[in-house]
């Protein structure tokens, strides 16, 4: 059974031209919102041709592509490896903007332990703890967010049928839940480098990440 979140409405639409550090540049129509239930400032971005002000009657039948991003100042911002949080950004940008859709940013920093905690947690893992372990140690939850926001967001800008852009289960398990139909899980690439193997292993083996690591097999 669905639990529907509480209506939000959409609060501010502007558009926003974007440019990333390799020139790829794109123009996203950049939605906030009113009524979320964390009070928190996640933005949506409308990409393709969702990329224009909301109008539910010229909507396309197709289900628009939607990517929920979790913040990652380091990754998204200064361009640290030590997660992929910057390289599916990038990816997911390009992706939703050529299949028409929306990028929802969503301000769960540390799979929502917060900037301070997450940095914490690094500390931790270079004293040998995984990820998810590196957040249980303090007594937090190995992940903490909640995609209610998400699914007021898209009610918000009249989508209740997705393509969803993730290797998480744990993100269209949530949406489903919240009444958000997801027409089709459509995987990220795999951002694989020496300062992450260690991150990217335990998303899959102990997240059930669907990633296809070369040291991670069935």
């Known amino acids: 059974m669905s639990e529907a979140p509480p209506a939000a409405t959409v609060r501010t639409q502007v558009t926003v031209p974007l440019r990333f550090p390799d020139e790829y540049r794109t123009t996203a129509r ?3 919102f009113a009524g979320l239930v964390d009070g928190r400032e996640h933005l949506a971005f409308g990409l393709g ?6 109008d539910a009657d010229a909507a396309p039948p197709t289900p628009p592509l939607v990517r929920p991003h979790s913040e990652c100042l380091t990754g998204d911002v200064f361009g640290s ?3 992929d949080c910057g390289p599916q950004l990038r990816e997911a940008v390009e992706r939703v903007a050529a299949a028409g859709g929306y990028l929802l940013y969503l301000r769960q920093e540390g799979r929502g332990i917060g900037l301070y905690a997450r940095l914490d947690a690094y500390a931790l893992q270079d004293a040998g703890l995984d990820t998810y372990e590196a957040n249980l140690a303090p007594g937090r939850r190995p992940d903490e967010r909640d995609y209610t926001v998400a699914a007021q967001m898209l009610a918000a800008l009249g989508v209740d049928r997705v393509a969803l852009l993730s290797n998480n289960p744990d ?3 949530q949406l489903t839940r919240l009444g958000v139909a997801v027409a089709e899980r459509v995987p990220t690439g795999v951002y694989l ?3 992450n193997a260690g991150y990217l292993a335990a998303k899959a083996g102990r997240g059930g990440h669907a990633l296809d690591l070369p040291f991670v097999r069935d």
């Open 193 to 195: 480098s020496g300062a």
């Open 49 to 54: 041709d969702r990329a224009g002000p909301v």
């Open 30 to 32: 950049v939605f906030s």
């Open 81 to 83: 490896r030590r997660c």
């Open 171 to 173: 993100k269209a398990a």
